[in-house]
């Protein structure tokens, strides 16, 4: 968007590799809907929906406790594969919590969505982001990026993304440089440390990672690294000696995934990092299970990795 973010507003951009008829389909579609709508572990059931100025869709979410959340969605503005504008979060107890307008481009076979939440004020904001990111609701647009996946190439993927408040060659930096790599991509509660680091096309690393309870040891191969958009490699667990092995804790996990990450300025002084992750080689039908089945608890590791690089970031300022 042109127009800098007011104090009152919540701004996301999304990217997807998908034509913007697919997107806008995934969006209205209520039987699409149904696949990705809410944060990871949520189901939704469509009572009814009618795609208007004026109309409303009326549903309710599930969540993974058995808690159900009545919504009901009052639209202002639909302008096919171009613009939303509705009220969310309004049920028969509760007026709205916020206007959303959602705009739809479509550059080169892909779509870029950019979603605005304005809010009554600057704190209803700030308290509504805090609930977002600790109900993990960012998620959504995770899982319709994967079900775009699924439907335009038939591959399971797993996605996730953030964005960092620092310009986009810092944040690269912190990715492929690989003393800054160290500080902050462990999961929580656990340190690394690299054998060896060649982060570059045709590179390749070893490293370690653990506490005092248990150590796993990993190794990548970089396919593409380049400054400062992306960083594609394969990665696999192997043991101490560096023999491919499996995940410690999950004899089931795929021997190889493929992660590809893209960098990309938002602002210039904001970049959104988005992982894409997806088994590469040969999977029997219960390690593509296992993948599958693993997908919140990646959330839960990637978020941790991001929660510390947020801090680190932070601290460079």
Known sequence: MANKQKENELHLVRYYDAPVNAVWDAWTDTAQAAQWWGPRGFTITTHSKDLRPGGHWNYTMHGPDGVDYPNITTYFEVEEQAKLVYDHGANENQPPLFRVIVLFSEKNGKTKMEMTMALANKEAAQETEAFIKKANGYSTWDRLGEYLEKEESGKEAFIINR?????????????????????????????????????????????????????????????????????????????????????????????????????TAVESDKTLVTVHWEVTGPATPEEMQTFIDGRSSMTGGWTGSFDKLEQYLAGKK
């Open 163 to 263: 964005s960092f408040d620092a310009p986009i060659d810092v944040v690269f930096d912190a990715w492929a440089d690989p003393a800054q790599q160290v500080q902050w991509v462990s999961p929580t509660g656990t340190t690394m440390e690299f054998f060896e680091a060649d982060i570059r096309t045709g590179g390749k690393s070893s490293y370690k990672m653990g506490n005092d309870q248990f150590t796993m040891y990993g190794r990548a191969s970089y396919i593409k690294v380049e400054r400062p958009h992306t960083l594609i490699y394969t990665q696999q667990f192997c043991d101490k000696d560096g023999n491919v092995s499996r995940h410690p804790m999950a004899p089931t996990w795929p021997e190889t995934m493929l992660t590809h990450i893209t960098f």
